[in-house]
């Protein structure tokens, strides 16, 4: 069932949602050869904590971290630890904040210095999906319509879409329904109404659409090897248009802000 929220509801949400952003433009400025993903971890958490909120994803299903911090080919779900970032490595951040019982979700895929022509590429195209996906979760359209629109504009660069994850609905719970594929036809799905809040995350690779499982249980890779990112909006469904509830985009290159 779709839980369609309230404005008022959806107003709580965007207060989660500005923490997220504040989160994100935090760790931007972090980002850098020489820095653990653990470091990123605690920053986070820290901050989170000081604005009255609690990272989403700590315990969630026994996950052990604050964030989830993914290097290069691991597409989702890196749990923070030892890696230490290094010059042209790519990472895959991916954020979840909750105030007063609502959760606001997003991602970003960071360069960590100078990146290959590859990774560049792969972090515009994904990027630039999700804000073509985000702009059709509007009154009246289809599910299938958002979902066009990302893999449209993916494979339309010879870049591939993860098909095996899926982004979601959310609301006072991390994962509600309905589930959002990457790729489907327009005009199909469930119709989108007033009041809807979907987290819409476009996940590719660089080479193909298969990955397989880490070790830990949790981290999921490119099956291929190849480079993956990650780029994801708390998008609520309003009468005026797509309202983005987590905003990191307004900040990029604003870290030092």
């Not at 991916?94 to 007063?100: K, Y």
């Not at 991602?107 to 059709?136: M, N």
């Not at 993860?162 to 959002?180: F, T």
Request: negative net charge; proline residues 7%; hydrophobic residues 40%.
């Amino acid at each position: 069932m779709i839980i369609r929220k309230s404005p008022e509801e959806i107003e709580k949400m965007a207060a989660a949602g500005d923490i997220h952003r504040r989160t994100m433009r935090l760790l931007e400025s972090k980002v850098r050869p020489g820095v653990t993903t653990l470091e990123l971890d605690r920053a986070a958490e820290k901050f989170m904590r000081s604005q009255g909120a609690v990272p989403s994803f700590k315990g969630y299903r026994g996950f052990p971290g604050s964030i989830c911090v993914s290097p290069n080919s691991m597409v989702v779900h890196g749990i923070p630890g030892g890696y230490t970032l290094e010059r042209g490595d790519i990472l895959s951040v991916d954020i979840g904040v909750t105030l007063d019982g609502w959760v606001a979700d997003g991602a970003r895929t960071f360069a960590v210095g100078p990146i290959s022509p590859v990774a560049r590429k792969l972090l515009d195209v994904t990027e630039r999906s999700l804000h073509a996906g985000a702009a059709q979760a509007k009154p009246g359209n289809r599910l299938g319509d958002i979902s066009h629109a990302i893999q449209t504009i993916v494979e339309a660069e010879g870049l591939s879409i993860v098909r095996s994850l899926v982004g979601h609905g959310i609301g006072r719970e991390m994962h509600e329904d309905p589930q959002i594929p990457n790729f489907g036809e327009p005009g199909r799905g469930p119709l989108l109404e007033e009041g809807m809040v979907l987290a819409i995350e476009p996940m590719t690779t660089a080479g193909r659409h298969p990955v397989r499982m880490g070790t830990d249980g949790w981290a999921i890779y490119s099956q291929d090897g190849s480079l993956a990112a990650h780029f994801e909006f708390t998008v609520a469904v309003t009468a005026e248009g797509p309202r983005i509830l987590t905003p990191w985009h307004l900040d990029v290159g604003r870290a030092a802000a």
